[in-house]
């Protein structure tokens, strides 16, 4: 009789296979279902990509199952119809202006809640308490057509905007992009994203983080971006020299409309993120909660919101680049992948690096250039001697959690300490 027998030898292939006292491991696990993936195929691929660690399908497959990181599919672990429908409702709640659709919603719930609910499920409980919702989505024309965007490759461009949108509470936005994969490489909530000297903080604290520089910058023509003109221009001279500024300027202006990747990020970082905001403090404002006429408040809400603001910023980030989102068949730059993943694995989509390195001195340059122009300073919405009392009243409330659902709660909280 044959031999039915897959390993005669008895040699395991994966013999110092990772177990769940292997914290690197589990929080890999843990974030890759985050980020809505459930092929083990894939994580199989991303845990030696991300972490050099090599084991079995099957392993991960034991051990997801072991932490209770179940797909849509899974039957073990099974929860009931309405605790589903209730676990839909809790992501609809944070939606207060019901812009976010169905794939977003279901990634969202991965995201925030650690949970894969089948997307055609997350459908149809949307469907049944917010129908209006997917008439007022339903997309309409646009004034400004839709052009391919090309890239040879990563770093190649990084394209910056502000984003004004939530400029109406206080809070302007700044961010920055990379062109051939629309990784979010910063995004920051700042005082003014219309001051020169923000401008160029953020993009220098950037090329410090990614201890580099693209081929080009691109932004549109607002008076804040002059002297992060001059400084690009500066740079290339002192630190790459070989790339000719006439025939690669460092720096391009362009109109807004044609700033294509900031522009595009914009609608989405509105619809998810910025416009439940906005409704949330303005709330606030209507039951009389702040009143911004009366100092302390202004400057605790300044504080407070800058706090809720950034983090939920962080967030958003972070969820946007390891969403991998739609396959658009006709897209130049990669698509239905992550962002993330694209910008990692750069040439298995065809792609180069063009970032111009820097060195250890030539990144402290960068430090210095960031002290010389004011350092972090003007980035705060309070003075130092309130952020230290407030962050110790904030510390002596041990508040878990912060968050749109409980943050004008804690603002009366934080007030009667600070009054």
């Given at each position: 009789m044959a031999s039915h027998n897959r390993n005669p030898t008895g040699r395991n292939q994966y013999p110092n296979a990772p177990t769940l006292d292997n914290k690197v491991f589990v929080e890999a696990l843990k974030q890759y279902h985050r980020e809505h993936i459930s092929s083990n195929k894939v994580i199989k691929e991303r845990l030696s990509k991300d972490h050099q660690i090599e084991t079995s399908e099957s392993n991960i497959k034991n051990k997801r199952n072991n932490l209770g990181l179940y797909g849509s599919r899974s039957k073990k672990g099974k929860r009931t119809e309405q605790e589903i429908e209730q676990t839909v409702l809790n992501q609809m709640d944070k939606d207060v202006v019901d812009n976010i659709g169905v794939p977003t919603t279901t990634a969202r719930i991965a995201f925030d809640q650690r949970e894969?609910?089948?997307?055609?499920?997350?459908?149809?409980?949307?469907?049944?308490?917010?129908?209006?919702?997917?008439?007022?989505?339903?997309?309409?024309?646009?004034?400004?057509?839709?052009?391919?965007?090309?890239?040879?490759?990563?770093?190649?461009?990084?394209?910056?905007?502000g984003h004004d949108k939530?400029?109406?509470?206080?809070?302007?936005?700044?961010?920055?992009?990379?062109?051939?994969?629309?990784?979010?490489?910063?995004?920051?909530?700042?005082?003014?994203?219309?001051?020169?000297?923000?401008?160029?903080?953020?993009f220098l604290s950037l090329?410090?983080?990614?201890?580099?520089?693209?081929?080009?910058?691109?932004t549109d023509c607002g008076s804040e971006t002059t002297m992060w003109h001059g400084i690009a221009n500066a740079l290339r001279e002192f630190f790459h020299s070989d790339i000719d500024i006439a025939e690669l300027a460092a720096h391009n202006y362009m109109k807004s409309i044609h700033n294509i990747l900031s522009e595009r990020?914009?609608?989405?970082?509105?619809?998810?993120?910025?416009?439940?905001?906005?409704?949330?403090?303005?709330?606030?404002?209507?039951?009389?909660?702040?009143?911004?006429?009366?100092?302390?408040?202004?400057?605790?809400?300044?504080?407070?919101?800058?706090?809720?603001?950034?983090?939920?910023?962080?967030?958003?980030?972070?969820?946007?680049?390891?969403?991998?989102?739609?396959?658009?068949?006709?897209?130049?730059?990669?698509?239905?992948?992550?962002?993330?993943?694209?910008?990692k694995d750069y040439h298995q989509y065809g792609m180069d690096d063009y970032l111009q390195p820097l060195t250890t001195e030539q990144v402290d340059v960068v430090r210095e250039l960031k002290e010389l122009i004011g350092g972090e300073r003007p980035l705060a919405f309070s003075s130092e001697e309130f952020d230290v009392r407030a962050q110790a009243a904030y510390d002596e409330l041990e508040i878990k959690q912060l968050n749109t659902e409980n943050v004008w709660h804690l603002f009366e909280a934080l007030l009667t300490r600070l009054v």
């Open positions: 894969h609910i089948p997307r055609d499920k997350v459908r149809a409980i949307m469907k049944l308490h917010r129908p209006e919702g997917f008439e007022r989505r339903n997309p309409g024309g646009r004034k400004t057509p839709r052009t391919t965007v090309t890239s040879i490759g990563i770093n190649e461009r990084w394209a910056a905007d939530l400029n109406k509470i206080g809070f302007p936005i700044y961010a920055v992009v990379d062109f051939a994969t629309g990784k979010i490489l910063g995004a920051w909530v700042v005082p003014n994203n219309r001051l020169g000297s923000t401008v160029a903080y953020l090329i410090e983080q990614y201890k580099g520089i693209p081929l080009q910058f691109s990020s914009w609608l989405r970082l509105r619809l998810v993120f910025v416009d439940n905001a906005v409704a949330v403090f303005e709330r606030g404002v209507a039951e009389g909660i702040y009143d911004p006429i009366i100092p302390i408040q202004e400057e605790l809400c300044r504080w407070l919101w800058a706090k809720l603001l950034r983090q939920d910023l962080a967030s958003y980030v972070y969820f946007q680049n390891t969403w991998p989102g739609r396959k658009v068949p006709y897209k130049a730059t990669p698509s239905g992948v992550a962002r993330d993943t694209a910008y």
